[in-house]
């Protein structure tokens, strides 16, 4: 019997359909149509794949497709699915992270979903879905079944995860991943402007991350600020007030966050 | 002509003294003693090593090393330095990113230096000395030429650094290695407070800090702040109000510092 849900379109020509759309296919489905505002990327995503549609419209009416992944943006997921048209025994999922399943509750269809793939996709980085969680998520355990193998087809990593769960999931991954990134930035400013070379620092970063994925970062945490070296961080806070008063600011908050967990460290009371 | 420097004496057996002296021994030198307060410390670094005796006292004036390298923590260098006797002819260095190389101004010797490797160490994990950085800094050019061959002979990324340089590179140190691991820690405890499995990220983070390194933090940045998605940032400050108020407290100072870069980004002026 060949299952239905191998037969796929793909709504959105940004950087997760990018990646997401060969890893189905190669993964042995048929992504029948790729849709696109715009049409030079949607055209040049189907030219990555097999026998792939592009559209610029989103009249599915005749659609052999029984699975709508809908890769858009955030913003856009809502307005799409009251526009799209479809047959109602389709169903229709979203990949955000920072969307609840009833953003797509406005589609033409009763089953909707998440397939949402835990990572930051860029078009010129290779990805390797193999490894990359994605979290499912259904309105009915038939799709939700349906989804998981679909993932699994792709990823070793496939957990249900129900709307309030991603959510958190959505916060967490702000510090691991956006605010990680910006404090490797601002240290890289502070060495580019005293002529430092910021690869310097760049054996530091990998190991600072092995030790706390491998160690946990609970027991990998070091620093004045761990140490309650006061000394070094009133030094370090007279330098940044003096370069930007800003880098001061995030400074003392993170040291006042990691100072705050003292409570724990040395049992106070 | 067999080069004095080669003679080395380490004073301290901690998690530096700990990697650096297996890692000079196996370039040629000959660690000649290991000082450690506590005598078990000294010992089990002395037995991973060739010939190295074992001192819990800083009488070094028979000693024939001509290079004491300092691996003890910020605290103790001015002090080992005030206490130490040794050979005039003698040269003594420290290996910390935080303290300046007149820390060692007490020292019983016109020679002082830093040899700094710049990494985060811990006896359970090994490390590949080749690729660390060592910050190497002297008070005559001909200290400084040796530290250099010497640094160069465990490390391929050897470079003179100033006092005032190292300094900044110890405050980018903390933003790069002891915030960003707090971060991880603090993204952990979001998930784990929610029963979700932490290894859930670790993909993204890996991809996080490898973009990061390729391509420049400043050009991998994404998420809410910077993209100025108020609903989204207004949505995780409810959910960190709730959990933890001074979650949301990091939050909003890193996504305030995220956006205080618009003015760059959009060139607001």
Redesign the interface.
């Known amino acids: 019997m060949i299952n239905s849900y191998q037969k796929i379109t793909i709504v959105g020509a940004g950087n997760v359909a990018w990646h997401l759309a060969p890893a189905l296919e190669k993964a042995g489905c048929s992504v029948v149509q790729v849709y696109g505002r715009q049409s030079e990327k949607a055209r040049a995503l189907a030219s990555q794949l097999k026998q792939t549609q592009v559209k610029t419209d989103l009249d599915f009416s005749d659609s052999s497709a029984h699975l709508f992944i809908l890769a858009v943006s955030?913003?856009a997921i809502a307005e799409v699915a009251r526009q799209i048209k479809l047959s109602e025994e389709s169903a229709v999922v979203h990949t955000s992270g920072?969307q609840p399943m009833d953003t797509l509750t406005a589609a033409p269809t009763q089953q909707i979903g998440v397939f949402y793939p835990?990572?930051?996709f860029?078009k010129q980085?290779a990805?390797h879905f193999k490894?990359?969680?994605i979290?499912v998520e259904a309105n009915n355990k038939e799709l939700l079944d349906e989804l998981t193998k679909l993932a699994q087809k792709i990823s070793n990593?496939v957990?249900a995860?129900n709307s309030?769960?991603r959510?958190?999931?959505?916060?967490?991954?702000?510090?691991?991943?956006?605010?990680?990134?910006?404090?490797?930035?601002?240290?890289?400013q502070?060495?580019h402007d005293?002529q430092?070379?910021s690869t310097?620092?760049?054996?530091?970063?990998?190991?600072?991350?092995s030790?706390?994925?491998e160690?946990?970062?609970?027991q990998?945490?070091?620093?004045?600020?761990?140490r309650n070296?006061q000394k070094?961080i009133t030094?370090?806070l007279d330098?940044?007030q003096a370069y930007d008063p800003?880098y001061a600011?995030?400074?003392r908050?993170?040291t006042g966050?990691?100072q705050?967990l003292f409570t724990d460290k040395f049992g106070t009371d």
Request: hydrophobic share 45%; net charge negative; proline share 5%.
């Open positions: 955030d913003d920072g835990l990572q930051t860029s980085r990805v490894t990359i969680p979290c990593q957990q995860i309030q769960q959510a958190v999931l959505h916060v967490a991954a702000v510090f691991a991943n956006n605010f990680t990134n910006h404090l490797l930035r601002m240290a890289e502070l060495l005293r430092l070379d310097l620092l760049h054996p530091l970063i990998q190991e600072t991350i030790k706390s994925l160690i946990s970062p609970a990998s945490q070091t620093g004045p600020a761990w070296d070094t030094h370090h330098y940044l800003s600011e995030v400074y908050a993170l966050h990691i705050s």
